[in-house]
Structure formats: C-alpha cells, structure tokens
C-alpha cells in the first residue's frame, strides 16, 4: 500500500514538474491499462458463459452410492469445450427455507473433480455429507451446487 502511494506520489510529481513528458506517456499507459482490463473482462466474461451449460444436480441416495458417501453428483456439460477441474461448494437448506445448514465451523464444503468432462458427456460421483449443524438430519435437506467453477481446454 505505501510503495502504490509513493509511486502515486512520484507521477503527480513528475506530472508537474515534466507536463509535455509525462501527459504522453500517461496516456500510453492509461490506454494500456484499460486495453489489458478489457481483455480479462472478455474472459471472465465467456468463461463464466461456459460455466453457464454445466448443468448440476445433487441428491441424497444412499441407495445408488457407496455406503458413506450418500450424495449424488451429476455434472453435465452443455457447452462445447472440453472442461477440467471442475469446483463447487455444497450448500444444504431445509426445503423452502434458504439457510445453509453445512457446518462452515468445521469445513467448507468445497469438492472438485480433476476428471475432464468431454462436451454433450455426463460425471456423477458420490460424496460424504458434510458436517451439518446440529438438529439437521441429512435425508431430509434439499442439496444445492453453488460457486461452481471450471477450467476450460481450447
């Protein structure tokens, strides 16, 4: 923070003192600035369009997973890029209610799979529940994917 002040301070200095000098160059790397923040703008932008046609669905069934690992995750990708470390957190609410019961205390609820995921393809895998907070029964929970977040090959 004090060396971005003192680098601040230095161009206002400068400024006044070079004005012919300085207004070009300051320009220059204005434009510069602003053309480097369009470019990761654009990207943020159409990955998170990607990210758009992956398509989730999590439940609780114990009956088609693993013993322990009940929940059920289906990922399909909808886009046509190839994605790669696929991300999520795991929210879990009492049906019409929006509070997160997962224990945040604890963990976080953060998964991923390294798995890539071909366009028009499925992924479904099975996870633990999370620490829940205390009364919640996890059979009776509605199971979200929020923050999800994807890599995508060119």
Same mark, same amino acid.
Do not use: K, M
């Given at each position: 923070m004090a060396l971005g002040?003192?680098?601040?301070?230095?161009?206002?200095?400068?400024?006044?003192r070079f004005p012919r000098i300085m207004l070009p160059i300051s320009g220059a790397v204005a434009a510069l600035a602003l053309l480097v923040a369009a470019a990761l703008g654009l990207r943020?932008?159409?990955?998170?369009?990607?990210?758009?046609?992956?398509?989730?669905?999590?439940?609780? !069934?114990?009956?088609? *997973?693993?013993?322990g690992k @009940? $929940? #059920?995750?289906?990922?399909?990708?909808?886009?046509?890029?190839?994605?790669?470390?696929?991300?999520?957190?795991?929210?879990?609410?009492?049906?019409?209610?929006?509070?997160?019961?997962?224990?945040?205390?604890i963990t976080d609820a953060t998964y991923q799979t390294e798995q890539a995921l071909p366009?028009?393809? !499925?992924?479904?895998? *099975?996870?633990?529940?999370? @620490? $829940? #907070?205390s009364g919640a029964h996890a059979a009776d929970l509605d199971y979200r994917l929020d923050r999800l977040n994807a890599d995508f090959q060119d």
């Open positions: 002040i003192a680098l601040f301070l230095i161009w206002v200095v400068l400024l006044l943020h932008w159409y990955t998170g369009n990607l990210v758009d046609h992956l398509h989730t669905s999590v439940a609780f !069934q114990p009956d088609d *997973c693993a013993f @009940p $929940l #059920r995750v289906l990922i399909e990708n909808r886009s046509d890029r190839t994605a790669t470390l696929i991300r999520w957190q795991l929210t879990a609410t009492q049906p019409d209610y929006n509070t997160n019961l997962v224990d945040i205390g366009p028009g393809q !499925q992924w479904q895998g *099975c996870y633990r529940v999370p @620490p $829940l #907070r």
